[in-house]
């Protein structure tokens, strides 16, 4: 009922993905595309995916240079347009013309610019701790790592990611070891291209039933883009998580799985649901 594959993408990059599908077998579900954080991976669902794949075939893509998916060589420039078109190809392998993107974070980077390049492919867009574009901030972010290491960094500045006081220490440590395993020289990258992205302009374009999931004491970036999503996206939804810092999908998987389930039902019925 879950699986792991890989395609191809056009650029000759290898990306990995999971299928997790607990639908009745009689019936033909949407599909619901996951695209994870920065530094994380598909694993980073692993509490979102038993309430969601109920009623969803569940696609957990990792983003090239995460996960299972091929760290591009240092000369192969980033680009969003070659993001998300893993996205629209990865959607094109399991024969999907349209889904629902989820997406956290960063990866709501890619399902954001998906809506905007492609309306016809989104049925309904939920976002958690995303805004549009990251905080050119994050550039501070890059001779710590390189200085310290990513872990020792992340590590320090754990506070700014989690509430501690209310999250298990056992999460901490998972979430540690889960971005220790990135190539730290590839997150650099990362960060520093996404620190040049900005799109607010073109939030009006999205077409799809959106629902924005915002942490109300936004420690990465400024919680004022939240506002900007709230005045341009046509038909948004919007549901503060008060006080929490950036890491909500992490430290609260079963509020989100619920919101983006009633979400997804009000907009589309229950029989889409």
């Known amino acids: 009922m879950t699986t792991r594959q890989t395609f191809t993408a056009s650029d000759g990059q290898n990306i990995a993905y999971y299928i997790d599908d607990f639908t009745d077998p009689w019936t033909q579900p949407p599909v619901l595309v996951l ?95 995303s805004t549009p574009g990251l905080s050119p901030s994050a550039l501070d972010w ?14 320090r500045t754990i506070h700014m990611r989690f509430d501690l006081a209310s999250t298990d220490p056992g999460m901490v440590r998972w979430f540690l070891e889960q971005t220790a395993e990135n190539d730290p020289a590839y997150v650099v990258r990362f960060i520093g291209y996404m620190a040049t992205q900005e799109w607010s302009a073109e939030l009006p374009r999205i077409k799809a039933p959106t629902l924005v999931i915002y942490p109300g004491g936004e420690t990465v970036g400024s919680a004022n883009s939240y506002d ?29 799985t619920s919101d983006i389930l009633a979400f997804l039902s009000a907009k589309f019925g229950t029989s889409k649901v």
């Open 35 to 129: 695209l994870h954080s920065a530094m994380g991976n598909s694993q980073r669902f692993y509490s979102w995916v038993p309430a969601l794949a109920r009623h969803f075939r569940v696609v957990r893509m990792d983003l090239r240079g995460h996960g299972g998916s091929d760290i591009p060589p240092a000369d192969m420039p980033l680009s969003m347009d070659r993001f998300v078109r893993d996205v629209e190809e990865l959607m094109d392998t399991v024969g999907a013309k349209q889904a629902h993107i989820v997406a956290n974070s960063a990866g709501g980077y890619l399902a954001q610019k998906l809506a905007i390049k492609a309306p016809e492919r989104v049925l309904g867009l939920c976002v958690v701790g």
């Open 142 to 155: 890059l001779p710590l790592i390189e200085q310290e290491g990513l872990t020792p960094f992340l590590t």
């Open 228 to 256: 900007t999503m709230r005045e341009r996206i046509p038909d948004v939804t919007m549901i503060e998580y008060e006080h929490m810092p950036h890491n909500i999908a992490d430290m609260m998987p079963d509020r989100c």
